[in-house]
């Protein structure tokens, strides 16, 4: 089986280094900048340029039987006309929708599954009356493209932070990398318990298989750590996360693994985001759960049945590790492993704050779990 | 953390894919005739001729931090040379006594660990009395070195298969490939009742981690399956297969994983054979332990902390992969795998009878795995 992946990230490695075992090969697309580091060895590259047609991409790679992708932010025309050649799983349309935060919200909410009460507006759109209109300050707003990881988006508690907003989107509107038309939405800060995040995978017969959900915590928009089973999570919350996804999976006809990210408040469960792809909160299951997300992805993109997705006994914690400094030395931090941690680490060149790597942690219970925590956090400041 | 292993067959491949997660380097030196299908990609490959020094087989490798061995029928010598650069692991002493069956079974009664009655005899020595000496016929006779997966092998259970064995062993003595000198053991037939195999992990430090032991099923010499934990194992054998291995981790001081086969007769235990390496036995540990003998095996010649060993519950079956015939494709037969169970594929040539991957069946019990025994024994005939 010969799979296509857009993208050269730690997603993508860890792709490929689930699909090697069972014979599969692969061949990776790059944006003319990209870093192929994560994936040297694991395949061929193709780098993406402006001459080339979806048949040269598509032979580039290596007349793949499947293509499919590691980030929503690519290129879907491309995509679409790649369907000509082979399967695009998951479908160029849906991660069209996904790619952007006003159709997403529009997608979810024509579910009918919740979502922070939110407004879209454009260009130099006055915000203040979409702000009233959703119930007042504090709101968040966030690009409807191009934010991960917390970038582009903006806290708004006060008369002040929505003027440094304000300045930022004329600085922005008459910038040099002005695009038409720039877009926003402004949803109403919820002052949520905790945010969980479920991960399903379909497969093209309607198969679907649903992870534990697990809790996340971040750190100024970068996820730091989750916890499998989300601690004391209620069974009609449990419920409400399986009927999301599920319902998002079926709904969509989606073709892999996705990835669906939940504010709780109280007894309501509010989706955030969607991730059309396998996704930083499911990097537990590589040690934790019976099958990957990742063999997961490959098996439902290729066809293949599903495999079982529950966890593991105990209690599985997911750390992610960051670097500290610059650094093009990406030695594994092998002093963290224990005999109850297993390590991933993406080969990457260390700035401060990009993910290098997460350890995986198969604990008795949340108490020793919490004791693991600790000491990664304080084992951390070791990283290149 | 660079590793070279010697050896390019299918168990170096599982070694590489279970460290290249962990940021792991590897490479590898090749007999002059080797395949090197299996790891092809993995790390780069070092082929052996007679003119290297053990100086330029470590520059080869690109100067590891460890060296380790995916097979017992290797250079010992150059091993020891080798030792000059780096560690290698196990120790070359080990791999030594472990390639000939009389030192194995030298080593393994010099511990006071039960065997079946042994002799050796050597050149045209009678066999007779040998026989004799340990009780009569049946007996097995197994040249020293050069036996595995029923190679070298005869069973002796009338005067006919004995005439037999001594125009053999003549032809043998006389032909081109004789070496000088030539010695085999005979050993009283257990009537056992089944075979079960033990492997542990030992780290220089001293740790040693032991899986739960398994049972194995042979045909014409080659292991069919292994069921995992063996069932209704008593716990006086249990402990026994425990003590063995502990024992033969701790005295001979040895690093890395070991793999135990044992023979059950009644109440007892008896060893039958020692493998120093990752073995055939332990290749459920990829999905159905916290931590896979491969993994572990890095762990351990690393200096790293061992992995929890503990099996996932449930019952847990290995399927080797055989090839029906001679074909240079080597497609995976991704029509095996199902929701519990995962494809390990090996990307080698398929002969009749050659091992070219397995399939690991994560069952809820042993009815359940007996039936999924049953499907795969009839889908193997559509293996290349």
Redesign the interface.
């Known amino acids: 089986?010969k799979v296509g992946i857009v993208g050269c990230g730690q997603l993508s490695r860890?792709l490929a280094?689930a699909g090697?075992?069972?014979?599969?090969r692969f061949s990776f697309l790059a944006d003319p900048d990209e870093p192929v580091r994560c994936i040297e060895?694991?395949g061929s590259v193709v780098r993406l340029d402006t001459t080339m047609t979806a048949r040269d991409v598509y032979g580039g790679l290596g007349n793949p039987d499947v293509i499919t992708v590691e980030r929503e932010s690519v290129n879907v025309p491309l995509l679409r006309q790649l369907k000509v050649f082979c399967p695009v799983y998951p479908d160029p349309d849906i991660v069209w929708a996904i790619q952007n935060r006003h159709r997403e919200k529009t997608l979810v909410a024509g579910l009918g599954i919740p979502l922070s009460p939110w407004e879209v507006f454009r260009e130099r759109e006055p915000v203040q009356e979409a702000i009233t209109r959703i119930g007042g300050l504090p709101v968040v707003i966030k690009s409807t493209e191009e934010g991960y990881d917390g970038h582009n988006q903006w806290i708004i508690d006060s008369r002040e932070t929505l003027e440094a907003f304000e300045k930022e989107r004329e600085k922005l509107l008459q910038g040099p990398a002005a695009k038409d038309p720039h877009e926003w939405i402004v949803e109403q800060k919820i002052a949520f318990d905790r945010e969980i995040s479920v991960i399903g995978a379909r497969s093209p017969d309607g198969n679907i298989?649903i992870y534990t959900p697990g809790e996340n915590s971040h750190n100024q928009g970068i996820l730091v750590h989750s916890v499998i089973p989300a601690p004391d999570l209620s069974g009609p919350l449990h419920n409400k996360a399986r009927d999301y996804i599920y319902r998002l999976l079926q709904e969509t006809g989606y073709v892999g693994v996705l990835a669906v990210e939940c504010f709780v408040a109280g007894n309501e469960l509010l989706v955030n985001e969607l991730a059309p792809r396998v996704h930083n909160s499911g990097h537990w299951t590589?040690?934790g759960a019976?099958?990957s997300q990742f063999?997961n992805h490959l098996?439902a993109i290729?066809s293949?049945?599903?495999?079982?997705t529950a966890h593991?006994?105990g209690v599985i914690g997911m750390v992610n590790l960051l670097g500290q400094k610059h650094s093009d030395d990406?030695?594994?931090p092998?002093q963290l492993?224990?005999?109850?941690t297993?390590?991933?680490?993406?080969?990457k060149t260390s700035r401060p704050g990009r993910k290098l790597?997460h350890l995986n942690i198969?604990a008795e219970n949340e108490e020793e779990l919490s004791g693991s925590f600790k000491y990664l956090q304080e084992a951390q400041a070791t990283i290149p």
């Open positions: 089986m860890m280094l090697w075992p069972m014979g599969f060895g694991l298989l590589i040690d019976a099958t063999e098996r290729t293949l049945p599903l495999g079982n593991q006994g990406s030695q594994a092998d492993i224990t005999q109850g297993y390590l991933h680490w993406y080969n790597g198969l």
